[in-house]
């Protein structure tokens, strides 16, 4: 029941990302991509990918093992990505997509 309110919440916020990215410059791109895979992909798709393969191993130590790798990592990912966005000179004759 945890992991299917996990991948909801995952799925709800992908959505909800999409929908503030869609039809925006590259530069908001960045900025929401980035903030939605720190405050959303990051702990959601780790703490499942994480919790389903300590069931498969059958072990909470794997499970959280792998948890405390790819967590950060995710991060460290938006983190860049939000930077990217942030410091990203906007384009003045950007083509329309």
Known sequence: ???????????????????????????????VWGTTTILIIAPFFSWTVSILFGI?????????????LLFPIFFLIGIVTLLIGIFKKESTNESIQ
């Not at 996990?6 to 900025?31: C, H, N, P």
């Not at 498969?56 to 405390?68: C, H, P, S, V, Y």
């Open 1 to 31: 029941m945890a992991i299917a309110i996990a991948l909801l919440i995952l799925l709800l916020g992908l959505m909800f990302a999409r929908g503030l990215s869609q039809g925006r410059s590259t530069k908001r791109k960045y900025i």
């Open 56 to 68: 498969n191993q059958g072990d909470g130590f794997a499970a959280a093992g792998l948890m405390m």
